[in-house]
């Protein structure tokens, strides 16, 4: 099962390479990991997805917790936040296809950010799901390149962890 | 005013009250070792491999409570040092270890002698620190003692570029620490105090399982106090041998795969298992799934993480074992478990008083132990290596007050002399014992230099088979064809190399001359070697 954890640590150089290195180590799976700095310089916040039973998750939590550099832990409870990925993906285009890949863009939502006479690209910022369905409407255009920031997750609501 | 990195390294420590360094100079790391060479106050022991640092701060810090503290050099040195800092990892010993580094300016260039130490060191260090700025020494030192000292204790590592070492600044000695990511848990929830109590007074069958963190929290007495005040029988880890004396009443002996039978049949019968101290690991505790399924547990640790790691418990408490203890005490609960404890009480001294084999031409390995350890001063420490010297100690050696001491997690060969010399060198009135193998004595008799200069009193006893004894023995057993690569071809006579350092030794042949040797094994002055020689046939279930 998914899990989406939330953790703040310490803005310093290192502190990502010990909390992937602890992954390796325990040997726990992650699907994504994305970081970046908060509103608090001082503080970065790392959105890991781990795809594990709850006893993994809790040992996740709680290895993450024994960590100096870590401020604090959550897992974050999924019917009630916001997770959004964002993906840019290159398709090839011609004259011929480029009316049918905007239909598909429009009704995922995808913006054109690029157009050559060979390729389109598009960006997108959704779930991971939405993601996954755009990118398969795609493939029968041939893609050409795609990348992905990993989810980013806060709480709905006016609390934060 | 102004200090340098070195100058402020050395003021840092005795802030921190270390009076003691075991180390091995380098270039990058002699601005520190310069200011040491003033300060009379704090002691130097000169190791002969970095490893062995390691070894000897953590038998210092484990008979102190205090981080025991090395100090090497940049590249072989602080690699070296590593499996001492795992070791020292692996059972929460503290310690706090200073590497040289490279000047700042030129890390990652591969330059002479650096190695990214802090990387190599993440999956088995506390927490540790690569320090470039000098400004920042006063808190990271104060930090690095109170990480290794307090919650679960551990080893922290502080790499010191040289010239930080060099770098002079204005320095700031803070009071106190604050690091906002750090609170470990002291006290027990008193919630769920109440509910362990309850679960505690239900149990008919109730046993205590004590791990090393009994130790770590300076719990002993309140163990043996919490076990004496309702009669529960209490087995341990290999890492809680030593808790309770061999023959006290509730002392059922050592869990595991290399336990005794009557501490494993305590655990399998048992209705309730308070576990303290412990991380259940696999020696220990082999199928703590079927554990699960048969009875309830209460597991106390000072580290959440452990808890729910290998054995999922009914009743979590985390804190500090001595204060849990104490909270414990202060509850009303009323529990009879009298039958429990007489059956296996039976069955204990049974064990305790078997009849060893009596052998002509060799030493049978139970007979000496138990025979050193009722020879032993009430406090002795003993330092015990890893391997069937270690196994045989384990179900053997006779245990007064004694401080056992061996390389549990880790199992790290070679352990039982540095940690021995580390004991010594912080508690010089304690007796002091080293056993260990003729394998693990190969791997750190260089130090036999430390005991010799120091004229450190301890008393070595090797068991000699001229085999990697364990080794051999799983060899001799399936799925495996037979012994290859065991036999310690080869070895120098001991008696010699003893002699060179300046250490009389004794030989003894077979069980007839034992009580002789071992008297004058022990009432020798100073250091001594005891050679005993055992048939390398002889297994760790004899």
Do not use: C, F, W, Y
């Given at each position: 099962m998914k899990k989406t954890i939330s953790v703040l640590v310490e803005?310093?150089?290192?502190v990502l390479n010990r909390i992937t290195s602890l992954f390796s180590r325990r040997a726990f799976n992650i699907d994504s990991l994305a970081v970046g700095v908060t509103d608090d310089p001082t503080l970065s916040r790392i959105t890991i997805i781990v795809d594990s039973g709850n006893s993994v998750v809790e040992q996740v939590e709680k290895q993450l917790n024994?960590?100096?550099?870590?401020?604090k832990v959550r897992t974050l409870d999924e019917s009630t936040y916001i997770g959004r990925e964002l993906m840019i993906l290159k398709v090839a285009a011609t004259m011929k296809t480029r009316a049918d890949i905007m239909t598909i863009c429009n009704i995922c939502g995808a913006k054109v950010s690029d157009i050559s006479t060979t390729s389109m690209t598009m960006e997108l910022a959704d779930t991971p799901d939405r993601l996954n369905t755009f990118q398969d409407m795609m493939r029968p255009f041939h893609i050409l390149e795609v990348v992905r920031t990993g989810v980013i997750a806060l709480q709905k609501g006016g609390g934060k962890i | 005013m102004k200090m340098t990195g070195a100058e402020i390294l050395l003021e840092a420590l005795r802030r921190e009250g270390v009076e003691h360094i075991f180390g091995y100079a380098g270039a990058t790391i002699c601005p520190a070792v310069d200011v040491l060479r003033s300060a009379s106050d704090i002691g130097y022991t000169l190791v002969r491999t970095e490893q062995n640092a390691g070894h000897m701060a953590s038998g210092y810090a484990r008979v102190t409570g205090k981080a025991g503290v090395c100090l090497v050099t940049s590249g072989p040195g602080a690699t070296n040092l590593i499996t001492g800092v795992a070791t020292a990892y692996l059972d929460s010993i503290p310690m706090v270890a200073i590497t040289g580094q490279v000047p700042s300016g030129l890390l990652g260039r591969d330059i002479f002698q650096e190695v990214d130490i802090t990387g190599s060191t993440d999956a088995f260090t506390k927490h540790n620190y690569l320090v470039?700025?000098?400004?920042d020494l006063p808190r990271v030192i104060k930090e690095a003692f109170y990480l290794a000292t307090s919650g679960r204790p551990g080893p922290v590592l502080i790499d010191i570029p040289i010239d930080i070492q060099n770098q002079e600044v204005e320095a700031v000695f803070p009071d106190e620490v604050n690091m906002r990511g750090y609170h470990p848990s002291v006290r027990g929830n008193d919630k769920q105090l109440d509910h362990v109590a309850e679960a505690i007074g239900l149990a008919r069958q109730p046993v205590i399982v004590a791990g090393g963190g009994v130790f770590l929290a300076d719990a002993r007495d309140e163990l043996q106090l919490f076990a004496e005040a309702f009669g529960i029988p209490v087995v341990t880890t290999m890492m809680g041998?030593?808790?309770?004396?061999?023959?006290?009443?509730l002392n059922m002996g050592m869990i595991g795969s290399h336990g005794n039978l009557c501490a494993n049949k305590a655990l399998a019968k048992a209705d309730l298992l308070i576990m303290i101290?412990?991380?259940?690991a696999d020696r220990a505790i082999i199928a703590p799934e079927e554990i699960h399924r048969r009875m309830p547990s209460i597991h106390i640790d000072?580290?959440?993480?452990?808890?729910?790691?290998?054995l999922q418990p009914e009743l979590p408490l985390v804190g500090n074992a001595k204060v849990i203890l104490q909270q414990l005490m202060e509850r009303d609960i009323q529990m009879d478990c009298i039958e429990w404890r007489s059956q296996l009480q039976e069955k204990r001294i049974e064990e305790l008083h078997r009849e060893y084999p009596w052998r002509e031409e060799s030493v049978t390995p139970g007979r000496l132990l138990r025979a050193l350890g009722k020879k032993l001063q009430r406090d002795a420490a003993v330092c015990v290596d890893v391997g069937q010297n270690q196994l045989w100690s384990c179900k053997n050696l006779w245990l007064k007050d004694t401080r056992f001491l061996t390389s549990g997690g880790l199992g790290t060969m070679g352990y039982s002399l540095p940690a021995a010399v580390g004991v010594k060198v912080a508690q010089p009135e304690r007796q002091t014992v080293v056993i260990c193998g003729d394998g693990s004595f190969q791997m750190s008799m260089n130090e036999l230099a430390a005991v010799s200069s120091r004229k450190l009193d301890i008393k070595i006893l090797v068991i000699r088979n001229g085999v990697l004894g364990l080794v051999n023995q799983i060899q001799h057993t399936a799925p495996y064809h037979g012994p290859f690569g065991v036999a310690l071809d080869g070895s120098p006579d001991f008696e010699i190399i003893a002699s060179a350092y300046g250490i009389p030794s004794i030989v003894l042949e077979n069980d007839a001359l034992l009580d002789g040797a071992l008297e004058r094994f022990l009432e020798t002055e100073g250091p001594c070697l005891l050679i005993a020689n055992v048939d390398p046939a002889c297994t760790t279930n004899d």
């Open positions: 803005n310093q150089a290192g024994k960590m100096v550099e870590v401020i | 470039k700025d000098a400004a041998l030593s808790l309770l004396p061999s023959d006290h009443p101290g412990t991380r259940v000072v580290d959440p993480a452990e808890i729910g790691k290998n």
